[in-house]
Nanobody, 125 residues
Framework: QVQLVESGGGSVQSGGSLRLSCAASGHTDSNRCMGWFRQAPGKERQGIASIGADARTTYSTSVKGRFTISRDNIMNTLFLQMNSLTPEDTAMYYC???????????????????WGQGTQVTVSS
């Protein structure tokens, strides 16, 4: 089992920045892919960024160029730096980790087995 705890959410004005963190504990494995997802009210959960063990990354088109995913394998922590935020970025943000040790980098929620409780990000205009 892997436990994930997100932090760093909050309220910010349009154009601002936030940095989310996700602390992993339990049966951690630096070879696993990890990712960030978000879900706005009334919408499906959307994958926005994923990172592999070798630091390969992939992003959704909605955040590419504005958000940066990174990981600290020593501290078992995942990060999401979010810049140039807009009201459309308002959502609950979740970090997730795959079960498999051979990383399958991607943004499909069904490929991730472990999920945090989420941290709210609200961007006002």
């Amino acid at each position: 089992q892997v436990q994930l705890v997100e932090s760093g959410g909050g309220s910010v004005q349009s154009g601002g920045s936030l940095r989310l963190s996700c602390a992993a504990s339990g049966h951690t494995d630096s070879n696993r892919c990890m990712g960030w997802f978000r879900q706005a009210p009334g919408k499906e959960r959307q994958g926005i960024a994923s990172i592999g063990a070798d630091a390969r990354t992939t992003y959704s088109t909605s955040v590419k160029g504005r958000f940066t995913i990174s990981r600290d394998n020593i501290m078992n922590t995942l990060f999401l730096q979010m810049n140039s935020l807009t009201p459309e970025d308002t959502a609950m943000y979740y970090c997730a980790a795959q079960e498999r040790s051979d990383c399958l980098i991607g943004l499909a929620p069904y490929t991730y087995a472990y999920w945090g409780q989420g941290t709210q990000v609200t961007v006002s205009s």
